[in-house]
């Protein structure tokens, strides 16, 4: 009887007696504290819970193999791709904001919480720069350094797609120039303090727009402008198989234990192989051994695909192979993803967008690098539906709360003490 009393008093017909206005007053503090928590929770912290459960892979080392001497120093890598910034041409305002403001949540929070040395984007950064002008560019491109801003000891780097500088039909001069210098492909990248780029293997930057190599002392990327490997010896397609074949050359001179005479006395590049960095996937004839939550789905799966627009041709890919015999190739482009084996058992990771406006659960790659080894792992960002879950969940609280308050509707509260009361005195 005595707790009957209390509660009756201190939780229920309590509120009854306060000024209307102070309850109203208080109805309304308590809408926007659940509002603010929502957004909170939405907006910022999800990203905080779903990316604190990412980690970097472990990478065989020869120190934890049982060899002598200090452990390699390994990289750690951030592979993302088709960030598809909009411009100023397609999509709603609504929509660029919400995507942009997402995109950058991601970044930043795994920045915070991961710390990547280097990043990598695999084309596709922009929506529009395939046929934007000077100006729109101007502004795509800072936004662009805005959602990705970072420390200076982090390095960010891009390989265009065709829809940075258009596909081979629409590529020009003009658009692969102005790509290239936002991302400062000449630039040479260094990685703790050690200024890598051996003098003769940074070709220099001209109009074909790549292959970019990034090479340390232990390790090397080659970065692809996969748009300018149409095949058809248009000029920019002829200089960037030029610039493939010489970084070939060096490649295989540092492969040489012996170095050839045509290799001259310049400086080896590392002996490992290399890895491929390119927009277009290598050729494959669809995502159907494609398997994971962020496969293409089922119906996409066996569409074919076609050459030099949703892959590389097969003659462009067999010299890529051929010409850079990598160890690993990390392509963008489908949006979705996929693991494929290429012929001796080379390995392609198509990186999934990292754009909710192209999937609900985007996600990004985290590699740790040695120059003999490495180790993958995929890190995924929240998903859009648990977002809008939360979200109408939250609007439907809302409105039952105003209901009760305003006496429309029973307390759920008392609707259920009330029934527990009837049960006990049965
Ligand atoms: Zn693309």
């Given amino acids: 009887m ?21 309850r109203r007053g208080l109805v309304l503090l308590r809408l926007t504290a659940i509002v603010f928590a929502v957004l909170l929770f939405c907006e910022f912290l999800i990203y905080y819970l779903v990316i604190f459960r990412c980690s970097w892979p472990a990478v ?10 200090t452990p390699e120093p390994v990289l750690r890598a951030m592979f993302l791709a088709d960030t598809h910034l909009l411009g100023a041409v397609r999509g709603h305002w609504l929509d660029k904001l919400r ?41 795509d491109v800072g936004r662009f350094w805005k959602i990705f801003r970072h420390p ?27 790509f290239e210098k936002v991302f400062n492909p000449e630039r040479l990248f260094s990685w703790k303090g050690i200024n890598f780029c051996v003098p003769g293997t940074q070709l220099p930057a001209d109009s074909t727009g790549g292959p970019w190599l990034i090479s340390c002392p232990c390790l090397s990327f080659v970065m ?49 192989a290399p890895i491929l960095l390119q927009h277009f996937p290598l050729y494959r004839r669809n ?30 890919s067999r010299k890529l192979l051929w010409w850079l015999r990598p160890r690993l190739v990390l392509s963008g482009h489908t949006h979705s993803a996929c ?51 939360t979200y109408c969940t939250a609007a439907g609280g809302l409105v039952l709360l105003t209901l009760v308050h305003a006496g429309l509707v029973a307390s759920p509260f008392h609707f259920g003490w009330n029934m527990l009361r009837k049960f006990k005195t049965k």
């Fill in 2 to 22: 005595a707790a009957e009393d209390i509660t009756s008093t201190g939780l229920g017909s309590g509120r009854q007696h306060l000024h209307p206005l102070k």
């Fill in 60 to 69: 065989k080392t020869p120190a934890d193999a049982g060899a002598l001497g």
């Fill in 99 to 139: 995507r942009e403001w997402q995109m950058e949540r991601a970044f930043q929070t795994t920045l915070w919480l991961l710390q990547p040395e280097v990043v990598f984007i695999l084309g596709d950064v922009f929506d529009e720069g395939k046929w934007s002008s000077s100006q729109a560019w101007v502004d």
């Fill in 152 to 178: 200076p000891h982090v390095q960010l780097r891009a390989v265009a797609g065709n829809h940075d500088i258009g596909f081979h039909y629409q590529m020009n001069t003009y658009k692969i120039k102005r």
């Fill in 224 to 272: 692809v402008n996969s748009v300018a490997l149409e095949g058809d010896g248009c000029d920019i397609c002829s200089g960037a198989e030029a610039e493939l074949l010489e970084i070939s050359h060096w490649l295989n001179c540092s492969r040489e234990e012996h170095r050839p005479q045509e290799c001259g006395d310049g400086q080896r590049l590392p002996a490992s």
């Fill in 287 to 316: 995502d159907a051994n494609c398997s994971g939550e962020d496969a293409a789905p089922p119906d996409e799966k066996y569409t074919p695909f076609k050459e030099r627009y949703d892959a590389l041709s097969q003659e462009a």
């Fill in 339 to 389: 693991e494929v084996l290429h012929g001796a058992g080379v390995l392609e990771v198509s990186v999934p967008s990292f754009s909710w406006r192209n999937r609900n659960n985007p996600s990004f790659i985290m590699g740790s690098v040695t120059p003999t080894e490495y180790a993958l792992a995929k890190c995924y960002l929240p998903c859009e539906d648990t977002v809008l879950t």
